[in-house]
């Protein structure tokens, strides 16, 4: 399982059909990989991680202190999950990725609904929004720093 976890100041995710919108303010975004053969270890070490990384600073403290020091639940911030299967393309032959490596519909869409559950169990339901999985989806996202940091259940 990968996760692309990129720091925010905003997120927004939005959907034509059907018609959806979720967004959140300080956090993170998560743009979340199934790859075939994942379990519900790597969904939990990867949901746990992404739940307790230390990424954000003491700003309001001491403005002059950018040392990444806080969770999300030190800022009280909010998390958005998009289902991202490309996160496992392979472009390494020709010029058109293969996306062999990504799990099937069925089996990702079940890891990506109980990786959003367990996220909320480690910080709240109120905390956690989501895309839909396997829509076309329009996400914005105000990275702060910018800061992009990838997590992974396996070498």
Known sequence: ???????????????????????????????????????????????????????????????????????????NGEVLVISQFTLYADTRKGNRPSFTNAARQEAAELMYKKFIERVKTNLGDDKVKSGVFGAMMIVKIFNDGPVTIIVESKE
């Open 1 to 75: 399982m990968r996760a692309l976890i990129q720091r925010v100041n905003e997120g927004s995710v939005t959907i034509e059909d059907p018609k959806y919108f979720a967004e959140i303010k300080k956090g993170i975004v998560i743009l979340l990989g199934v790859k075939e053969g994942d379990t519900e270890q790597d969904l939990i070490f990867v949901a746990d991680k992404c739940s307790n990384l230390r990424i954000f600073s003491r700003d309001e403290e001491n403005p002059d202190d950018e040392k990444m020091n806080l969770s999300l639940k030190d800022i």
